[in-house]
């Protein structure tokens, strides 16, 4: 199926998540305009591959903001035999249980928020469920009660530098 490569149909697909980025940026400015610190109550989620030997994933590299941002956890995964591997269900909802939520017993949850982008472990039915649980309607995920438009800009921090 050549849905993707006709010209007309890619216009179509760019219109489609255009709208529905637009949207969001509403959604967004609203928001700021009722609490204006709203921005700083966002919290991100995101892998990303880095290397400590100084190379930098120029696909990735965007500076959006002067300031560094800050981390509230930092996860490395690790199988049992201490091999790198892939981010999957599984292991981000154990983050997330074992780790993260504990994290947020610091702060008064009900005046965050939680980003994650469109990636399928983010997204897995078990995953939005225990994100709903903690956050209830202040998750910005796909198939949250605020949708993260597809094929956006990746805004998260973490995405670029750690």
């Not at 269900?89 to 249980?97: E, H, Q, S």
């Not at 074992?98 to 078990?126: K, S, Y």
């Not at 605020?146 to 956006?152: E, Y």
Request: glycine share 4%.
């Amino acid at each position: 199926m050549n849905f993707f490569y006709s010209k007309d149909n890619l216009v179509a697909l760019h219109f489609k998540y255009n709208l529905a980025r637009r949207r969001f940026v509403e959604w967004a400015q609203n928001k700021i305009a009722v609490v204006p610190d709203f921005h700083k109550r966002i919290l991100f989620s995101d892998e990303a591959h880095f290397w400590l030997n100084g190379y930098v994933n120029k696909q990735n590299c965007r500076i959006w903001s002067e300031a560094n941002p800050q981390v509230l956890v930092e996860s490395f995964f690790k199988n049992d035999e201490g091999h790198n591997v892939t981010v999957n269900g599984d292991r981000y909802r154990a983050i997330i249980t074992n780790f993260f939520i504990p994290e947020l017993n610091n702060h008064d949850v009900q005046e965050l928020w939680f980003q994650q982008d469109g990636a399928t472990c983010h997204t897995a039915r078990a995953t939005i469920y225990l994100l709903k649980d903690t956050f209830d309607d202040r998750l910005i995920s796909r198939f949250g009660p605020v949708n993260w438009p597809p094929r956006s800009c990746d805004l998260t921090p973490v995405d670029y530098f750690l």
